[in-house]
């Protein structure tokens, strides 16, 4: 978000839903949480994530999302708040990097390391299909989700 307007912000928060299971043993004051406080159990926990993630089926890559919320900060109090929301974030990064190959290809990419924004600029996201991007100029407007298809987390709620 801060390559997007090339501010000078100081400060950049984003935020990431966790799945359910996960964050109903993160909060609150249950064993699980004091145990996860202390740091018990979370290489445990990274191994078991990590094998399930790569076995996802062709239906949950299809409907996977991500949804991340961010806010970025500038030293005189300038603030941005914006909403992205992507395919499943493997297939996300699959395509980012078939769109950043393609244009370091073209000649649009200067020789050593750069980073995908330098690249792909700051309407990058906007050339990976199905990212939808939104600035949010109110705060309650972070909940007015503008999707046509319910979250993974809400589906089960409904």
């Known amino acids: 978000m801060a390559a997007r307007h090339r ?11 966790l799945p359910e299971p996960l964050e109903r043993v993160l909060t609150g ?25 790569t076995k996802l089926t062709e239906t949950q890559l299809k ?8 806010e970025a900060r500038a030293p005189d ?3 941005r708040r914006a ?4 395919p499943d974030t493997h297939l ?7 769109v950043l190959a393609r244009r370091a290809l ?5 020789p050593g390391f750069q980073l995908p924004s330098a690249i792909g600029g700051a309407a990058l ?26 979250l993974a987390a809400d589906a089960k709620r409904a």
């Open 7 to 17: 501010g000078a912000y100081s400060t950049v928060e984003c935020y990431e839903a």
């Open 29 to 53: 004051s249950t064993f699980g949480a004091r145990l996860f406080r202390r740091g018990w159990g979370l290489k445990r926990l990274e191994k078991k994530l990590g094998r399930r993630r």
């Open 63 to 70: 409907n996977g999302r991500a949804v991340v919320w961010g």
């Open 77 to 79: 109090g300038t603030l």
């Open 83 to 86: 909403r992205l929301e992507t």
């Open 92 to 98: 996300y990064s699959a395509e980012a990097v078939l």
């Open 106 to 110: 073209a000649g649009d990419a200067r």
């Open 125 to 150: 996201v906007e050339d990976i299909a199905g990212v939808a991007w939104r600035e949010l100029a109110d705060p309650s407007d972070i909940l007015a989700l503008e999707i046509d298809h319910p």
